[in-house]
């Protein structure tokens, strides 16, 4: 019979290793993909992934029995991808790929430097955002995520996830206004 997250967790926290093993077994592809998606880079994804368990393990003793652990660790996941795009903002780096552009069948050049304008005035008007914003938009619109899992990975309201992405929206179509 398979032990629940929480039950794992609890004997981690009795001193068995192996059940943290077993978390990480459970977790880490989904981890991986969160990363992935975000950072577009296996690699980093890769790396990103053990920072986060380390971070887990390290934290197990906080870890709050009411909740569940897989949002508790996707939360942890967030908050490293956090980190990391406002270390790329430090070293002024663009965290959306620009050049992955894909022009749909039958586009022009004309098309696809269009399509370019607008996705860099996009980052522009995201990057006004409030870093809670963004970390809610990164999580709906990047990772696919929907807005109960918005709300449970970041603790905060279903209601205000839904009113900060409403009024990113608003912002974005007033800064894109003339292209969309």
Known sequence: MDRSDEELVADCLGGDRSAFAQLVGR???RVIAMANRALRDGAQAEDLAQ???VRAYRSLSRFE???RFGPWLMAI???RIRDHYKSRARRNEVPFEVDDLTPG???TPADQAAARQVLVRLE???GTLPEETREI???RFMLGYDYEEVAETLSLPLGTIKSRISRARSALRHILGDVV
């Open 27 to 29: 977790h880490q592809s």
């Open 51 to 53: 920072e986060v368990f």
């Open 65 to 67: 029995p009411s909740r």
């Open 77 to 79: 996941t967030a908050n």
């Open 105 to 107: 069948e039958g586009s």
């Open 124 to 126: 522009a008007g995201i």
């Open 137 to 139: 938009l990164r999580l």
